[in-house]
């Protein structure tokens, strides 16, 4: 059984800064990659951010770029997003995603149980 627990949402005014965090635990093998996706009221859920654990190559939405940063401790399993000058826009609920190997070898996507991030005056 893997579980990923995240942590760091909340309330913040227009132009400040929050950081997220996840630690996966459990039956892990490997990690291969970790990723944030949100969700808005009314909208599909989207990619965010992602990190390849082997070599660190990220991706970002368009929507992010300059403005979110995607890092990841492979030691301890966490992968983080530390989100600056957020916008109205970017309230929703923010959840961790990872592509993790179990023990027996197979891969499997996990999510975790999302975190509620809004940004309002």
């Known amino acids: 059984q893997v579980q990923l627990v995240e942590s760091g949402g909340g309330l913040v005014q227009p132009g400040g800064s929050l950081r997220l965090s996840c630690a996966a635990s459990?039956?892990?093998?490997?990690?291969?990659?970790m990723g944030w996706y949100r969700q808005a009221p009314g909208k599909q859920r989207e990619l965010v951010a992602a990190?390849?654990?082997?070599?660190?190559?990220?991706n970002y939405a368009d929507s992010v770029k300059g403005r979110f940063t995607i890092s990841t401790d492979n030691a301890k399993n966490t992968v983080w997003l530390q989100m600056n000058s957020l916008k109205p826009e970017d309230t929703a609920v923010y959840y961790c995603?990872?592509?993790?190997?179990?023990?027996?070898?197979?891969?499997?996507?996990?999510w975790g149980q999302g975190t509620q991030v809004t940004v309002s005056s």
């Open positions: 995603n990872a592509n993790i190997v179990v023990p027996t070898g197979y891969e499997y996507s996990y």
């Open positions: 990190i390849r654990n082997s070599g660190g190559s990220t």
């Open positions: 459990g039956s892990i093998f490997s990690i291969l990659a």
